[in-house]
């Protein structure tokens, strides 16, 4: 017999490759996604709605409902083997919609008839409905698509410190943010189209001529619907600007995709539902221009590596060198090409800073205008009453113009440009306190809105976009800094700003003033008026430009924490200056809050500014 073995074990072949393991830590979010895609699916099957007043689901709409949420899950698990950080993305995006949608399920445990919901089921009498087992597995299933999404983004802050990460076919390009490498006009579509999914948010969701099917505003809208559609407006802002700023082209098209799906899930669900309601209800306006606003998200991200690619290899092929350039290529030479690259990207950079400062200056003389101008339609021979809140607009218009014009100053604009990362709120704010009680107003009979409230809500919607272009741009500076200086996070500013920030939030939620019978604005009074939210909005853009400012560079730190202050201070000003509006008006206890976290922010601005001198000393 033979000693040498009947099956000796076959070696691979060198061009024989085994397709990529999929991390463990991708696996199980793609599974918790799966598990969540498959509950959102499943529970108008299982039965959400019980009672006299509760009738089976739409199919239709549910069928659009299920297709949304297994779509993220079904490409993510296709995309994982080949490009994890893309599957990361993916859930991140809808993760984040989806904790709004999470919240909007609540409601059917509350008041399950002022829901809404017709893809989960429909009131058919204004008999009790009760929140089936299917409502249970609808909120499940959301907040394990929550779950996945935290899991998508440490997917992808693992696959961030690989080597190669943020790499492209151009060496120019390599580093830069997605918004750089698809071009100005697809980022402006991308940003525009999701404050445009924002602004439908508010409008009417169905038109229902059903007395069981109410359709409310926004503003009249219940707590639990109200701060899930909130959750998911911020939401889908957020993500598009981190998609955007990311510098991972598949991260950023992943990101544009999920949420994009997500949003189509809410707005899609209800344009699909209207259609198929039935003579008595119909599709609203703000469902169709969520809806388009949703597939142009989506369309851009699918976009986005091909956009990124065909510019990434023109610059390739321009910057080749010819056969006799290559005989020329001297240490002068490699010095020329990188002051060039660095002048264009200064150049770059000059051009964000001019598109932030003109929309900044757009927003200041539009809410201007917009408070100058009538906020009221009257009827003949009715005066126009005063409304105080107007003088609110015109500060927070006049501080908005007068930081955006230094946007323009060469060489100043790199430290200007932090102080808007607050400040473009206050506009917002106010024009958010004119809204209300023009809304108030127009129950009145033969009053309608004013041409000056078109106008406000152009400049809330122009200042939002300045604050993205803000964000952009200061992305676009950190590509010029170096990343190997580790700037170690300032404690006191930390403590100090952080406690700053916290008590100016605290502050926007309270009253500023009080009377016996009537009070300012406040999270105490349900349903929250629109000046709520504006006050709101500014309290939560001053804890974050706070929590950014001990981990930025000194001179960076300085201008968050002063453009936080005077936000901060805008927002306290605009007590005294509406105040009269109650004869017996006394300070309230959001005015000392507030007053209180301005002082602090004042202290870290003296603590960074000691901090910088300190460092600059010791150089010396």
Known sequence: MSSTPRNPPVQPADDVRLPPRVPPIVALALLVAVLGGVAVAGAPLIGVGSGPGASGSIVSASIFAALCALAVPAVASGACRRSPSLAGALLAGVGAMSLGVAILDVQLFVDAIDANRLELFRPISAGLINAGVGAYVALIGHGLLVVAGGLGLVVVHRESERDGYGSALAAEYDGRSVGARIGTWPTAAAIFAAIAYVVALFGPAFDSQDPIFLVRPFVDSPAAGALGTGVVAVALLIVTAAALTSISSGVGAGALVGA?????????????????????????????????????????????????????SRAATEAEPTSAQRGTDTKSARKAAMVAQARAQQARVGKLHRLAGALGVIAAALAAAGALLPVLSLPEGVPEPSILATRIVLLAAGVLLVVSLGLFLPGRANMIRPVLGALWTTVVMGAAAVLQPVVIATDVPGIRLGIGVFVLGAASVVAAAAGIALWIAGT???????????????RAVLVVGGVGGVLSLAGTALPLYRGERYSAASVGDWPWGINTWGQLLVGVAVLVAVLIAPRARPARAKALLIGSATAVLVYVVSGPLTSSRIPDATVGVGAITAGTGLLLLIVAVLLVRATQSSAQAGKQ
């Open 476 to 490: 676009a500076e950190r590509e010029d800094v170096d990343t190997s200086v580790d700037y170690a996070v300032n």
């Open 260 to 312: 994009g799906i997500g949003a189509l899930g809410v707005s899609g669900t209800r344009v699909v539902a209207g259609l198929a309601g039935g003579d008595r209800i119909g599709v609203g306006v703000g469902s169709i221009v969520g809806s388009l606003a949703a597939v142009v998200i989506v369309g851009i991200g699918v976009a986005v590596p091909a956009l990124a690619a065909r510019r990434e």
